[in-house]
């Protein structure tokens, strides 16, 4: 089974523009061994939920790796850092988490696994939680998904994210304003 990684960037940081932010995301996973085994197109999507903000860059990639959720976590939190974001003490406050950064990467799906899925508190907020909370109702997230693992299923809902794509509550979240193809490891160092 898999491990499914959202991307996303609307600022300059350290590893430059949004596009460039995501391809050094990509290399920086295989520097710490990740194995990527797909990566979708780069789609450029309105902003959600905070408005007043630049379009995002969002890309899925696929990864294998012997590496558990968390120790993945501390490595996507420790290249998020290098390319400059910034964690605030209020983050987790509403729209806080929906501001511009120079580099946003999640755990979508670990394996398949479900852990904490629609039961987490502040408590468990330490934790993983397995899948990603919202990345069902986040077109974002879902139409890069299609283009690396279409035939994948929410481990809770059973869904394939096309089926997800149609719910109403999807709709409205990050429309889709251009796709690009994923920058190759040789046009930015």
Known sequence: MVVVIALGSNLTGNFGPPQYALRKAVNELEAFGITILSTSKIYITKAHAYLKQPNF???????ATPL?????????KGIEARAGRRM???ERQPFFHWRPRPLDLDIVSYKGVVRNWKGSSRQKARCVTLPHQR?????FVLRPLTDVAPFWHHPVLGLTPA?????PKVRGTGRILECLEFPSAASHS
């Open 68 to 76: 558990p959720a968390e120790a993945i976590l501390q490595v996507l």
């Open 163 to 167: 089926q997800l794509l149609k719910l």
């Open 88 to 90: 605030q003490k209020n």
């Open 57 to 63: 860059y969002n890309a899925i990639v696929t990864v």
């Open 135 to 139: 990345a069902h109702e986040r077109a």
